[in-house]
């Protein structure tokens, strides 16, 4: 169950989070014609508070309307100030961050028309996604049934509320199965990403990543390219194959909740020594030092807020 905050933020207004509701004959409802945001805030060392590339985050909310032909009745800028806002107003140091847009009541059918674009931005304290041992030990995966959305079927750049039908199908049936989490394929076969992650590798010395065809374009697994290049590792955008993954060295999933998070089995193979692996912890602890503001070089990511 979610943690309850004081106030969600709703097309403008600060309302008691139990009173952010919507009509059953809500369109997205029906539809999944929806735009929405995972985005993390974390405590720093020197007390102030940090939200990760809130900027980057807010682009891509925006650019995911513009694919799915929404318009948001706010600027950029105004959306940015009010996750700040209420983050301030909630007295979250540190926690989640949900804004949504989406086609609200009016019209039914397939056809938005002119129903209105109701957006909200809901925070509240979240650990680790996918548990906290998975983060020091790693977790076991399993490759779906279920492939990754067709590039012409759903718009993957889109992080789209439509296409977590696809991330549920798969992550219930993984669950099902006894595994933490499902490993996506592409319609051609070659490896996609997870229910709610990107996915990395490492193979002899060599990072290698999905590149951004069936996949969301990860602000994680942009930040983790940067710092790994910054680091002095090789980094490519290959498509690569489940067998590939088998033999990998190390193998990791990232996302703002999964952060970054070990593959110790894939389809009960063993990846590597079945642990996370050097450059992995390597990547986890820069990852960790940059989010929270002990590493200056990449301060620029950061937005800083007091409560
Ligand atoms: C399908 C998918 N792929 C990759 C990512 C990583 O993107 P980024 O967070 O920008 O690095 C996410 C984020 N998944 C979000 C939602 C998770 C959820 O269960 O809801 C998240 O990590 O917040 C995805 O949903």
Known sequence: MVQKSETIWFDG???PWDEANVHVLTHALHYGVGVFEGIRAYRCADGSSAVFRLREHVQRLFSSAKILRMEI???EDAIFDAIVETLQRNRLAEGYIRPLSFVGA???GVYPGDNPVQT?????PWGAYLG??????????KTSS???HHVNAMMTKAK??????????????????????????DVSGFVSEATGENIFMVRNGVIKTTPLTSILDGITRNSLMTLARDLGYEVVEQQFTRDELYVADEAFFCGTAAEVTPIREVDRRVIGKGSAGPVTKHLQQEYFKAVKGDNPSYDH???RYAL
């Open 13 to 15: 207004k600060q309302v």
């Open 73 to 75: 009745p706010f600027t």
């Open 106 to 108: 009016g019209a039914m």
């Open 120 to 124: 909200i931005i809901a925070v509240w």
């Open 132 to 141: 906290a041992e998975a983060l020091e030990k790693g977790i076991r995966v």
């Open 146 to 148: 279920f492939a990754r």
């Open 160 to 185: 789209a509320s439509g296409n977590y039908v696809n991330s549920v199908l798969a992550k219930m049936e993984a669950k099902a199965d006894g595994y933490d989490e499902a490993l996506m394929l």
């Open 301 to 303: 990511w950061l937005h």
